[in-house]
């Protein structure tokens, strides 16, 4: 997982200009979005966990996960990605939240901060060293703040990870991006015509006949494109955000194939 590194911060970028490509072709936003965003963050609790609270978007995308988390109470925040495409997307989509900052910032420089909720939806596992980069979002968050991750799990997903994510890495994140993107659509439609054949009983795939094609095929083209992808087991997962100085762990496993986990900001960090 990179625990430990000392690398500089362009090591540490991961796949952001790729993704970056990945929202500009795809940056609306759908329901189906609205029903994962729910479900990645419901382990912060169900008693309306973003009412009046000020949040920290790492690695926004496109800006959907602010959008709902406004949508759902939050008064105030910030999206930051280091694609400017991505940025661009999310501009757009938070426009009616005005509340909301889109700024250009690296986890890394994140400084000490006092937002109520610090999270990172989909983009800890890409990262080279996910563990500092959970250590900066701590810094970030107020004492007593909540930081929450959602990322790639193992269990359910032996197949991506030890069939489809060794040809992603030596094949298709070397090719050029919109070559992938191409690429990708052969695969989702096989997908899209096995989901409406009933194909799978886990969560996700259950989740996923609900998606139109165009949904699909951005959902394959994101498991095509990084340069990095980790999927973690519950204890691989437990130990990131424990090593990161947070107590009160909870993680959920989500659509029986990924994980979220949140915790707490001590009132007193370690030097």
Sequence with gaps: MGIGKSV???QWLGSSDRFGYSWEHFSTLTPEQEEQFIRWTAVLGPDQPWHGKRFLDVGC?????????????AVSGCAMD????SLEAARRNLAVYPTVDVVFRSVFSLESGDYDIVFSIGVIHHLDNPLEAIRCMVKAAK?????LIWVYGY????FMARVINPLRKLLFSRLPVGLVRWLAFPPAAVLWLLLRLGFG????LKLLRK????HLHHIVFDQMLPRISNYWRRD???????ESGLCDIRLEWVNQVSWSAVGTVPETLPN
């Design 143 to 147: 004492p007593g703040g909540k930081v």
């Design 236 to 242: 691989e997962v437990e130990a990131l955000m424990l």
């Design 155 to 158: 269990e359910n997903m032996r």
């Design 8 to 10: 500089s911060d362009e």
């Design 211 to 214: 998606f139109s094609f165009i």
């Design 201 to 204: 009983q886990v969560d996700y």
């Design 82 to 85: 280091i694609a400017e495409t």
């Design 61 to 73: 995308g496109a800006g959907r996960n602010s959008y709902w988390a406004m949508k759902h109470g």
